[in-house]
């Protein structure tokens, strides 16, 4: 019995000592950069393996097939298995042998496509080159280009009469076929709302096609965004009833599900420039029969308390054709500067698209402010008639890659109308977002401002400029940059302020930034520009990204440096 034991504790140890270390990584010799990462891309499932004669077969199989993907049909392998102290190393020696090259090309489009300018610039911009090195990536993009744009045009009957590719290892050469039988476009037919809805006029009015227009996907797509937008709808699909085209015509289908009667919604964020802050928003989304809609909000922040009361009636499009009748009241009490409002305001807005897709708005607005600002404390009243042009295009979501931006706000008022004082002031805020190579973003702003008057003492201190801020110039207290008298700020005639930054995008959800803002407000640009400076981080999070800044007042160095804190994209 002991006898038996001991040999099987004995073939035990043999067979640990046996066990071979796991696969930690490859050597591979002989390859460019670009043919090593796709052969390490086959054979990462390799990794943390144990060596045996089954896996070596498996890695030189899986090394041919990602040499054979980039035109390499002919490489010779040597595969060794190194044992470390803790784990293996492959060394994987190869001669990757004769480049495969595209000997000949024939694409050829049969039936009315081959007439179709948009899908024949398509056709010629494919990845095919005669002569090049074969790389099947190239030829099923081809392929599924082809196919992917053939749909979105509408020829729902279109099928490969031939697609093949076909390689002679003699010559080291591929010839690529690729035959479309494209069948008719079809157009577009009967739009079908699928459900009962009071908006009908609106759906028909916001239709980007006619019946019997030729079908294009991304007029669909546009028709669903604009649907989309309108205050109407809590869910909206757009999409062609391929299965039920006929004749050369294809149906439209509208699926969409109501907002209710009365929608609310509760939350809160907070920001440096005016701190903890919470929100209270109520909508009625369709008011009456022509689809009115009516939003109230309160928002109460540490410094700023805010109740807004708007009653939206749409003339032809219900996102940029609209009436609009506005009533609110604004109280700000920022007693780091001295500063204390409280307004009264109602308006009356005519807002249209223009054919140039700026969102043009004309208003006349009356505000009543009460307000001390240092040792000045007035009453004022102001009737402002004015226009206002906006433009704002953006990729990304809330969180966006690309973007740019453009307002321009002109409004006066006179004295011989109801006003305290005469003035004509004008606005103008741009800003403008690139990225490059997916890790690098740029973004700069821009604000210029000015108010022509007599005297700035006169004018409403909500209606003054003021600097310095999280969305401003960063390092400074918010509306601290400003003209003084008696050492006490009284706001500016003009404004002028800029910023230049840069992220690096480091993690899937975390960039790095550095920036630099400068800008100030005067009354006679007398004062040196104010520079703020620093660095940051942004987590890139649903509700877009959070920022959180360190900034230094450079051009005023006896100031601490300042925690920034702003949640929401940049444009």
Known sequence: MLRLIWLYCCLFSLALSATELPIEKYSIKGLDSAL???VLSYLSDTLQAEPSPYLK?????????????????????????????????VELEVDRGPATRIAGIDVTINGPAQHDPEFMAVVSSLPLVQGQVLDHSDYNA???????????????????????????????SAQIVLHLESGVRYKFGPVQVKSETPAGDFIRGLQPFKLDDPYKADKLAHFNLELGNTPYFKSVRVHADVAKRANGVVPVVVEILHKPANSYEIGGGFSTDLGAKARFKWSRPWHGERGHYIDSNLEISEIEKEIRFSYTVPVDNPIND????VAGYQREDNQEINKTTEKLTTQIQRQWLTSDNWVRTAFLKYEREDFTLGEQADKTEMLLPGVSYARKKARGGMTPYWGQQLNITLEAGTEKLISSTDLLKVQLQTALLRTYDTRHLFYTRATLGAILVDDISSVPVSMRFFAGGDQSIRGFQYESVSPRENDELVGGRYLTTGTLEYNYQFAKSWRAAIFVDAGTATNDFSEDLSVGAGVGLRWLTPVGPIRIDTAWAVSDPDKPARLSITIGPEI
């Open 36 to 38: 090593e990462e796709n």
């Open 57 to 89: 077969q498996h890695i030189e199989l899986q090394t041919k097939q990602a040499l054979k993907a980039l035109g390499y049909y002919q490489p010779r392998l040597k595969t060794k298995f190194v044992s470390k102290q803790s784990s293996t190393v």
């Open 142 to 172: 081809s392929k599924d280009k082809v196919r992917s744009v053939i749909l979105e045009l509408g020829y729902f009957d279109a099928k490969w009469a031939q697609s093949e590719l076909a390689v002679t290892l003699a010559t080291n």
């Open 322 to 325: 609209v009436w609009r009748y």
